[in-house]
Every structure is written in structure tokens, then in C-alpha cells.
């Protein structure tokens, strides 16, 4: 009687410490859960916490080359608009007020024609940094080819390129964002990274439009890129953040630069 009962104490104690070990190991296997789920949520706002500093850094990307082009702009009108037409006023006064003889009247009109269509060829080219006419009357792919014309004729830079780009496929504004995007990297190709030639590939995918762009320029490195952006490639950055698309950029000293946007 006695052995029977010691078995049901042995059967007791190990169900009782089987009970315990599978408690222990629920207890650990919350505690595990607890912090796994802790560290998601923490890493989850990390990520939420770097994209909204991401998209402050756009956001003021973009304020800030509002306010250079709106600062570029007045500059041109006082420089070249106000002044021109101050020419005009003076010599118009000769006009009414001087005593003039014919010689000096006749170069005084001559002046002011000279002076006019300065001032008018001045506004034309304000207008056109503004928003080419090319591309508001014939849309993107001809105002990039005739971008890409420009700085060929110049002879400072050589671009090959390879444009396939439906017309419709992106709005007025969109086309604005894709020229002004080329214009840059063309820009920084040429200001910054001394190239000499540069190759351009813009065309319809399956899904997306992509812009596969390189250059043989100095480059830099890529701890410089993910350091400090200038203002060029943040506002780059920002137009193509409005495009809904994702922005790929390569680079090593001496290598140049490889750039793939895809929208």
C-alpha cells in the first residue's frame, strides 16, 4: 500500500512539475513574443520617423529652389527688364522734351528700337526658363530633344540619346517635373561634374516610364552623396518624390555618375 502510494506522489510531483515547465516555457514564450513585437514596433517607428524627416527635407528642398528661382527671376526683371525700359524712358523724354536736330532725333528712334527689342528678346528668354513654349505646344519628348540640341551645339558636352516616350502617357504639370529633372542632371553634369559625354535613355517599360541617365565625370563618393545633397539633386529628389516614382543613384570618384528613375 505504502509503494502504491509513494508511485502516485512520484506520478503527482512529475505532472505537477511537467505543469510547471509548460507554464515556464508559456511565460518565456510571451516574454518572447512581448519583446520581438516591442522591437517591431520600435524599429516600425524608426522607419516612420526617418520618412517624415525624409519628406521634411523635400518639402524644404523644394521651398528653398522655389525661392532661388523666384529670387533668379527678379534679379532678370530688375537687370535686364527694369533697366532696359528705364533706356526706353529716358531717350522717349528726348523725344518730347529736347531740341533736338533730325541726326540726333533719328538716333535717339534708332536707340530705342535697338533698346526694345533687347528688352523683348530678354523677357522671351525669362518666359522660356519659366516654362519652355516647346514643351507646352508640343509636349516632353521634343523639349528634351531640343535641350539635348542646345548643349550639343555648345560643344562643351556631348549627349547620346534615346527617347521613346508616349505622348499623353504623364500630365502638364508631370512633363514640367520629368524636363526640369533632365535639365538638372544635364546641369550637374556639366557645372559640377566636368563631363564630357553623357547618355541619356528615356522610354515606356511594360508598367512604368524610366530614365536611365550616366555620365563620365569626376563623380563622388557615395558616403558624399548620403552625407550632404546639394540643392540640385534634393530638387531632383522632390520632383521625382511628386511623380509617385523611386530615384536609384550610383557613383565613384573618377567614375561618374549612373541615375535610374523609375515612375
Known amino acids: 500500500m505504502e509503494k502504491l502510494f509513494s ?10 512539475i511537467g505543469v510547471l515547465l509548460l507554464l515556464l516555457m508559456a511565460v518565456a514564450l510571451l516574454l518572447f513574443f512581448f519583446f520581438s513585437r516591442k522591437k517591431i514596433v520600435e524599429k516600425e517607428l524608426e522607419k516612420k520617423e526617418m520618412e517624415i524627416e525624409h519628406q521634411k527635407e523635400i518639402i524644404h528642398a523644394t521651398i528653398l529652389t522655389q525661392e532661388k528661382e523666384r529670387k533668379r527671376i527678379a534679379q532678370d526683371l530688375h537687370d535686364d527688364i527694369s533697366s532696359k525700359l528705364n533706356v526706353i524712358l529716358l531717350n522717349s523724354n528726348f523725344l518730347i522734351d529736347g531740341d533736338l536736330s533730325p541726326d540726333e532725333y533719328t538716333k535717339v528712334n534708332e536707340n530705342i528700337i ?13 518666359a522660356h526658363d519659366l516654362l519652355p513654349p516647346i514643351l507646352s ?4 519628348q521634343p523639349a ?3 535641350l539635348i540640341d542646345e548643349y550639343n551645339m555648345s560643344k562643351k558636352v556631348y549627349i547620346e540619346s534615346n527617347i ?3 505622348v499623353g502617357e504623364l500630365d502638364k504639370t508631370q512633363e514640367l517635373h520629368v524636363f526640369r529633372i533632365v535639365q538638372e542632371l544635364v546641369n550637374n553634369s556639366v557645372r559640377h561634374g566636368k563631363s564630357e559625354n553623357i547618355s541619356l535613355d528615356f522610354k515606356k517599360g511594360q508598367e512604368d516610364l524610366a530614365i536611365d541617365y550616366k555620365d563620365d565625370g569626376v563623380g ?10 546639394g540643392l540640385g539633386m534634393k530638387n531632383i529628389e522632390s520632383r521625382v518624390e511628386l511623380l509617385n516614382g523611386e530615384l536609384m543613384i550610383q557613383s565613384a570618384i573618377d567614375e561618374g555618375i549612373k541615375v535610374s528613375i523609375i515612375f
Open 7 to 16: 508511485e502516485e506522489n512520484q506520478i503527482v510531483t512529475i505532472v505537477i
Open 114 to 126: 535697338k533698346v526694345t527689342k533687347k528688352t523683348l528678346g530678354n523677357a522671351r528668354k525669362i
Open 137 to 140: 505646344k508640343f509636349g516632353l
Open 144 to 146: 528634351i530633344e531640343e
Open 164 to 166: 521613346e516616350y508616349p
Open 220 to 229: 563622388f563618393s557615395q558616403e558624399i552623396l548620403n552625407q550632404k545633397k
